[in-house]
């Protein structure tokens, strides 16, 4: 039996399954790493890639963690014009 997990929804999900059908929403992350050291965003490999890595983290130190996406945000710059980048 693999491994369940808790989708975004609160529903009850085969982790594999769920990690293959949202790759490109995941982030697979070593818990006893730092400094960005073994990270693999979904989004930068390929599937055969991808389902390798997350099957052979399968049951080991690692997190699977949704991926954030940034959002822009108005500020003031020296001028007192209101900017969203630099």
Do not use: C
């Not at 490109?24 to 992350?29: D, P, S």
């Not at 997350?54 to 945000?73: C, F, H, K, T």
Request: glycine fraction near 8%; hydrophobic fraction near 35%.
């Amino acid at each position: 039996m693999r491994p369940l997990a808790t989708a975004p929804d609160g529903s009850r999900t085969d982790l594999l399954s769920y990690a293959r059908a949202h790759q490109r929403e995941l982030v697979l992350k070593p818990t006893l790493l730092h400094g960005g050291h073994g990270v693999i965003p979904g989004w930068t490999v390929d599937q055969t890639e991808w389902d390798k890595q997350v099957s052979s983290a399968m049951n080991g130190p690692y997190v699977l963690q949704q991926r954030v996406r940034p959002i822009v945000e108005p500020f003031p710059d020296r001028t007192g014009e209101v900017r969203t980048s630099s």
